[in-house]
């Protein structure tokens, strides 16, 4: 019989040896806070639901798979996967919204029916010069999160892993560099308008 007082990290370590009611409790005891934040996020208990359902299941694949360590709290952890599945439902939400025509929204009044002028082609390309420029000029840390992030399309968690560091530093470093890029933008009088 297992002790309902053991920590997470002890629990997690029963787990992996092969104790269900070590997950069983790991999963009592967090169920809560996990669950109320995803439906915070989403707004919807059903999707809420599949969310935490997901979370679960990639914290258990992980276990089991040995590819779990131990460098933070377990409860960070988990809520950083579900906050990942969220971002994830969100933009794959995003990507599939189809949008229909209607008497007061007319999507035709949205795209442009006419091919560029070559003053606004050259504007564009200007535009990207200028933005290449004040990239360049960026901390290197800061650079390569934001090439990963807005040229590479890659997520925090993807940017982490590859730079070697915390989420919360890839993040940092993310809010820094677009920090940086307004002061320049500013500085420099930039124009990022057509």
Not at 79 to 104: C, G, P, Q, T
Not at 173 to 192: G, T
Request: aromatic share 10%; hydrophobic share 40%.
């Amino acid at each position: 019989m297992l002790r309902v007082e053991l920590s997470d990290q002890e629990l997690v370590n029963q787990y992996i040896s092969g104790s269900e009611l070590a997950f069983e409790i790991l999963l009592k005891r967090h169920k809560r806070k996990i669950l109320t934040y995803i439906n915070i996020q989403v707004r919807n208990k059903t999707l809420a639901e599949d969310i935490f359902q997901d979370t679960f299941y990639k914290v258990i694949i992980t276990l089991r798979s040995g590819n779990y360590n131990e460098e933070g709290k377990f409860i960070q952890w988990v809520m950083r996967i579900a906050h990942n599945l969220i971002v994830d439902h969100f933009r794959k939400e995003y990507r599939m919204r189809f949008i229909e025509n209607s008497d007061e929204y007319d999507i035709f009044s949205f795209i442009k029916i006419y091919d560029e002028n070559i003053e606004e082609k050259l504007c564009k390309e200007q535009i990207h010069n200028d933005v290449r420029k004040l990239v360049a000029r960026l901390p290197e840390e800061q650079k390569e999160v934001l090439i990963m992030r807005h040229y590479a399309d890659m997520d925090f968690k993807e940017i982490a892993t590859k730079t070697g560091v915390s989420i919360n530093t890839a993040l940092g470093r993310m809010r820094y560099a677009l920090i940086n890029l307004r002061k320049m933008v500013e500085e420099k009088k930039v124009i990022l308008t057509v």
